[in-house]
């Protein structure tokens, strides 16, 4: 947590900045174990910012860390209760650590990602690009057959 001021975050650049620039560098394929601690230093610095911790528990999740993305994923649902990512994620934290509740979180995505379109062809993205970085991905597989073929 002590990185503030060292070269990866220079004080120059907003919260926005910092947080297009670690999501281009996922998007380059950047491994998510020198993200996290990008991302956690984020929502450090902009704890009520819901995308921030949307993500933490995204890469979380790839980085097979159940119990740290629903704590995530909690958060993040706690700040913005109609992100439709941040129940996916909880779904799939719920099925990776052997918890009870996916049922809740899976109807609301579905709710949330069918009424509209634009919000679907992200998601199917996240599907797609999840499946990507992690083939066997099981749990992610079920979420995303829940919420598509109901």
Partial sequence: ?????????????????????????YQAGESVDTLIPTFK?????????????TCLSWLY????KPNAAFKTAQKAI???PQDPQAHINMAIA?????RKGVREHVELATQLVMSVEEVQADIRQNFKEGL??????????????WIFDS
Avoid at 1 to 25: A, C, T, Y
Avoid at 94 to 98: A, C, E, F, K, P
């Fill in 94 to 98: 719920i099925l990776d650590s052997g």
């Fill in 1 to 25: 947590m002590g990185r503030f001021f060292d070269n990866d975050f220079p004080m120059s650049q907003s919260i926005d900045e910092l947080f297009e620039d670690g999501l281009q560098r």
């Fill in 61 to 64: 999740l790839l980085a097979e």
């Fill in 132 to 145: 990507t970085r992690k083939p066997d991905w099981d749990s992610l597989k079920r979420v995303e057959k």
């Fill in 78 to 80: 706690r700040i913005t």
């Fill in 41 to 53: 230093d984020l929502s450090a610095r902009a704890p009520k910012n819901s995308a921030i911790y």
